[in-house]
């Protein structure tokens, strides 16, 4: 069974920084593709960033250069260092799970975790 935890969220000031985790266990298949979504209030889920499982990576545009995703494969662990965070990365983030290859799509991942708040604010 599938199961994805995540991990990490909490408030921030604009321009600060936070850490995310999502613990990963009984993972069906080796060549994954796990990723990083948020939902804003009222807005759609959208894909944030994404690692495969040799270590690719995916960034939506807008995080790139302030985001960073990396993956533990021996402790099944994902990460995502936010840096500079802004009003606009306010949400709440999921980590998820799926077959390669990637996708952007969040209806194309299966596996989803419980979510973690992320709010930025003064």
């Known amino acids: 069974q599938v199961q994805l935890v995540e991990s990490g969220g909490g408030l921030v000031q604009p321009g600060g920084s936070l850490r995310l985790s999502c613990a990963a266990s009984g993972l069906p298949f080796s060549r994954y593709i796990m990723g990083w979504f948020r939902q804003a209030p009222g807005k759609e889920r959208e894909f944030v960033a994404a690692i495969n499982w040799a270590a690719t990576t995916y960034y939506a545009d807008s995080v790139k250069g302030r985001f960073t995703i990396s993956g533990d494969n021996a402790k099944n662990t994902l990460s995502l260092q936010m840096n500079s965070l802004n009003v606009e990365d306010t949400g709440v983030f999921y980590c998820?799970?799926?077959?390669?290859?990637?996708?952007?799509?969040?209806?194309?991942?299966?596996?989803w975790g419980q979510g973690t708040q992320v709010t930025v604010s003064s």
């Open positions: 998820a799970l799926r077959r390669s290859p990637f996708s952007r799509s969040p209806s194309d991942y299966p596996y």
